[in-house]
């Protein structure tokens, strides 16, 4: 079916009390006139419609554009398509990581399970695993300190990204979890310890 009669249906034939069809707006059919006081229900039903104003207005997201030279859009194209993704995706995902260094210096992002996983900057330890030792230790952040080898500020910044970012570092543990033995004899029987 398409787009146009999908949402001729969804609309109602109404040429006579104000809907004066649809109009073709930079390859996308909306509604050009609602009658007074009527709202979009396309909007409210992302089953009927999945055009660019009925998906903005359900998600939560917001728009920003950006200029890049013609050599960093092509490196984000390439990057997207080895990844599998949308250019736009990838330079969301770049703003967004970009966004949490800046309030978090010492915290870098190295691909990982699950997507892009914080590190504590200039070591092999990701935050949640600091996270965990910290614990561990019973909060005793010095004697951490002293196994991380790496200064006390640095360390209180990758527990404060955890603090931030609490269900990020939970899904990077739990993931974690599932990786050592006895996660993974839960999801392989069969699976023995040599």
Same mark, same amino acid.
């Given at each position: 079916? #398409?787009?146009?009669?999908? !949402?001729?249906?969804?609309?109602?034939?109404?040429? #006579?009390?104000?809907?004066? =069809?649809?109009? !073709?707006?930079?390859?996308?059919?909306?509604? %050009?006139?609602?009658?007074?006081?009527?709202?979009?229900?396309? %909007?409210?039903?992302?089953?009927?419609?999945?055009? @660019?104003?009925?998906?903005?207005?359900?998600?939560?997201?917001?728009?920003? #554009?950006?200029?890049?030279?013609?050599?960093?859009?092509?490196? !984000? &194209?390439? &990057?997207?398509? /080895?990844?599998?993704?949308?250019? =736009?995706?990838? %330079?969301?995902?770049?703003?967004?990581?970009?966004?949490?260094?800046?309030?978090?210096?010492?915290?870098?992002?190295?691909?990982?399970?699950?997507?892009?996983?914080?590190?504590?900057? =200039? #070591?092999?330890? +990701?935050?949640?695993?600091?996270?965990? @030792?910290?614990?561990? @230790?019973? &909060? &005793?952040?010095?004697?951490?300190?002293? !196994?991380?080898?790496?200064?006390? *500020?640095?360390?209180? /910044? *990758?527990?404060?990204?955890?603090?931030?970012? +609490?269900?990020?570092?939970?899904?990077?543990?739990?993931?974690?979890?599932?990786?050592?033995?006895? =996660?993974?004899?839960?999801?392989? +029987?069969? @699976?023995?310890?040599?």
């Amino acid at each position: 079916m #398409s787009t146009f009669r999908s !949402l001729r249906q969804a609309w109602g034939e109404r040429e #006579s009390d104000g809907f004066q =069809g649809v109009v !073709l707006e930079r390859g996308i059919e909306s509604p %050009a006139v609602l009658r007074e006081g009527e709202k979009n229900s396309l %909007a409210n039903n992302p089953t009927v419609c999945e055009c @660019l104003h009925c998906m903005a207005t359900m998600t939560k997201e917001a728009t920003v #554009s950006v200029r890049l030279t013609a050599r960093e859009k092509f490196g !984000l &194209d390439a &990057d997207a398509r /080895m990844k599998g993704i949308p250019s =736009g995706t990838a %330079a969301a995902g770049y703003i967004a990581e970009g966004v949490r260094r800046s309030r978090f210096p010492a915290i870098e992002f190295r691909a990982g399970q699950p997507g892009r996983v914080a590190y504590l900057v =200039g #070591s092999r330890w +990701p935050v949640w695993m600091i996270v965990e @030792l910290v614990r561990e @230790l019973d &909060d &005793d952040l010095a004697e951490a300190v002293k !196994l991380i080898r790496k200064p006390a *500020a640095l360390v209180r /910044m *990758a527990l404060a990204y955890a603090e931030a970012y +609490p269900q990020e570092i939970k899904d990077s543990a739990a993931l974690s979890s599932r990786r050592d033995y006895a =996660g993974m004899k839960q999801e392989i +029987p069969e @699976l023995e310890q040599l």
